[in-house]
């Protein structure tokens, strides 16, 4: 089993939909978790970072579920802008490594 | 600031060519990264270094090598290129192992 899994996608929604995706973590010792966003040929940048209580930004929310071991993140009223690959990151504890997924397409269309 | 940068932005090579891809931050971190990314594979990481004058083996490590002279900049250098090599190469920075990590803009090497 991998580390961190992605479902690959592509999630293709109508502008204004809602839409999430998960991440599912394999070491329950993962310690620190965030999402970064990709656009096509370009550099990953930092979306949001997920905490316990959860983390909300905008239209954007991102949650932590560490019974079930996954996190998630949630797109409210998606814009075509959304449109990019969305990367889960992973971090375990006492590791200087942390681990990405390989990714979810998000393709928002008129 | 320029944050992250990365030269060069293009590159071709000649199997068996040598080179050298440089990275510098002015952010101050002392974890530094290089991946690579090809399609369907994700990023996958090449070498690291938690500071200045250390260095250490990633997921792929085998036909490149590092150096970390400076804090603020990071080579990887490929002694003789291959195809398989072909990738676009990301380099990143970050405070710690926990923490954020900043990206470079990418360097797109084919070698031929």
């Known amino acids: 089993r991998k580390e961190v899994e992605q479902d690959p996608g592509p999630f293709n929604v109508p502008e204004g939909a809602t839409v999430a995706f998960n991440c599912t973590y394999s070491n329950s010792a993962s310690q620190s978790f965030f999402w970064y966003r990709q656009d096509c040929r370009k550099e990953p940048k930092l979306l949001m970072s997920v905490y316990s209580s959860g983390n909300e930004d905008g239209r954007f929310t991102a949650q932590l579920n560490r019974a079930s071991q996954y996190i998630s993140l949630l797109i409210r009223d998606s814009k075509l802008s959304d449109s990019a690959t969305y990367l889960c990151v992973v971090n375990v504890g006492g590791s200087y490594i942390p681990t990405f997924g390989r990714g979810t397409s998000l393709i928002v269309h008129p | 600031n320029a944050g992250v940068t990365q030269t060069p932005k293009f590159r071709v090579l000649k199997t068996g060519q040598s080179m050298t891809l440089l990275c510098a931050q002015d952010?101050?971190?002392?974890?530094m990264y290089w991946y690579r990314q090809d399609p369907g594979m994700g990023l996958r990481l090449i070498h690291y270094s938690v500071g200045e004058g250390t260095t250490a083996k990633g997921e792929v490590p085998d036909g490149y090598n590092v150096s970390r002279l400076k804090k603020q900049n990071f080579l990887l250098g490929l002694e003789s290129a291959a195809p398989s090599q072909t990738s676009v190469y990301f380099c990143?920075?970050?405070?710690?192992?926990?923490?954020?990590?900043?990206f470079g803009p990418g360097t797109r090497l084919t070698v031929l």
């Open positions: 990143a920075t970050g405070r710690g192992p926990t923490d954020t990590q900043y």
């Open positions: 952010m101050n971190h002392e974890y």
